[in-house]
């Protein structure tokens, strides 16, 4: 996982909607994987982030 799958996750677990446009402007992979196998979509879903 590079880093900037390590922020786009971060961002999806704390809701950082524009964090993540920009993250994804700059090649971000929106299918990144955490260490658990989660997608950041399936990671802001269960952290309540439905933006």
Do not use: F, W
């Not at 809701?15 to 446009?21: A, D, R, S």
């Not at 989660?38 to 309540?48: G, H």
């Amino acid at each position: 996982m590079d880093n900037l799958d390590e922020i786009i996750i971060h961002a999806a677990r704390k809701g950082e909607t524009g964090v993540i446009k920009e993250l994804l402007e700059k090649s971000a992979n929106i299918n990144a994987r955490d260490t658990k196998g989660y997608t950041p979509l399936i990671i802001a879903c269960y952290n309540n982030q439905y933006d």
